[in-house]
């Protein structure tokens, strides 16, 4: 392999790149689990206090690498309980992750790019463009930093990669992030039913996920026909509902798990009950349940949250075809928390 840059995270290696870096200096592989549960499992951030390696490993690890946190730039709670992020990175860069406390747990949302190419016309972040990916290591440090915040009863069990960014357009770095998050060996031991990965529809790329990981499935679905989804979400041009739901098809779903479409309910746009009507007609031969969010609206997009009334009656249409359909909020709405606001807060775009 090549080596790594000098001083880079040790994390973005993830487990076979650390192995093939130590193999290459004819060091055992069994140091590589030694190294990541001393990082993932007991949260430690310095080489020298990993006791079990030889003091010349320790020197060369340390003159190698380094085991960054993320600087927590801003922490905000919401009157619904749920906590907001804002983490600096290390080139000056923030990018954000919101801990949503349910009942005996708590989930944590996970960014995966800072900004988002992938335009779709409700979303802040997709407002914004694309910055960049980031690492292995930077999406990994969300969820293991917040770990090490939580005490006691405030346990993190549940990630869902749905913050900033499309998780699927930065792949490699997503995998090699979801292998330490769910290796229950040397990783931070996440139940992969417990994990799941939201996309916008690149459907050439859900197949792979499955096959790579065991984590749950979430489509950001929004709409039942390709006019309409094409001009709330760009992707559709490219990856059309047809070919979207074929991807479904073809994923790996495992026995008793369902694929969650997530359906953004915009007024007037996506909201009529022939709507909802053809959403229960298209899933219907499939294992799904869906996510009904009435739209948060902000400044950078032209549209309405539809009354509750009309939220209910899609809702019902749901129901009746025997589908789990829950509404839900966007969380943190007075903590800005829905996509991509709280970092734009902070970057002075209004409010
Ligand atoms: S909704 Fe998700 S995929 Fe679409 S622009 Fe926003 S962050 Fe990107």
Not at 33 to 44: N, S, Y
Not at 191 to 218: C, E, P
Request: charged content about 25%; glycine content about 8%; hydrophobic content about 45%.
């Amino acid at each position: 392999m090549t080596d790594p840059a000098p001083q880079s995270d040790i994390l973005d290696l993830g487990a076979p790149g650390l192995s093939a870096w130590l193999k290459a200096r004819g060091i055992a592989p069994y140091r590589t689990a030694q190294i990541l549960r001393w990082i993932c499992l007991r949260q430690m951030d310095r080489f020298e206090d990993m006791t079990d390696l030889g003091k010349d490993l320790r020197e060369e690890l340390a003159q190698n690498f380094t085991i960054p946190r993320l600087d927590v730039l801003e922490r905000a709670e919401s009157s619904d309980g749920s906590e907001k992020f804002l983490f600096g990175l290390a080139d000056g860069q923030s990018v954000e992750a919101v801990l949503m406390p349910e009942r005996d747990h708590h989930t944590l949302c996970v960014s995966s790019q800072i900004g988002c190419a992938m335009g779709c016309a409700f979303c802040r972040t997709g407002a914004e463009g694309l910055s960049r990916n980031l690492t292995a290591g930077e999406m990994v440090a969300q969820v293991r930093d917040v770990l090490a915040m939580l005490q006691g009863p405030d346990r993190l069990t549940n990630l869902v990669f749905m913050g900033m960014g499309e998780p699927l357009a930065n792949y490699e770095n997503l995998r090699t992030a979801l292998s330490l998050i769910l290796d229950a060996h040397q990783g931070l031991s996440f139940a992969g039913r417990r994990v799941t990965v939201s996309t916008a529809g690149l459907a050439s790329k859900i197949v792979g996920l499955g096959q790579d990981t065991r984590v749950n499935l979430a489509i950001s679905l929004n709409a039942v026909d390709d006019e309409t989804r094409s001009a709330i979400m760009p992707v559709n041009r490219i990856h059309p509902i047809r070919d979207l739901l074929a991807a479904c098809d073809a994923f790996p779903l495992r026995p008793g798990r369902r694929i969650t479409f997530e359906y953004v309910l915009l007024a007037g746009v996506n909201d009529s009950l022939a709507e909802a009507r053809e959403l229960a007609r298209m899933l219907s031969p499939r294992r799904a349940k869906i996510n009904l969010i009435p739209f948060n609206p902000h400044d950078r997009a032209p549209y309405e949250r539809p009354d509750e009334a009309a939220v209910l009656a899609f809702q019902q249409v749901l129901l009746k075809a025997n589908f789990t359909a829950v509404i839900r909020q966007s969380k943190g709405a007075d903590i800005a928390a829905a996509c991509g606001q709280l970092r734009a807060a902070r970057q002075g775009v209004s409010e």
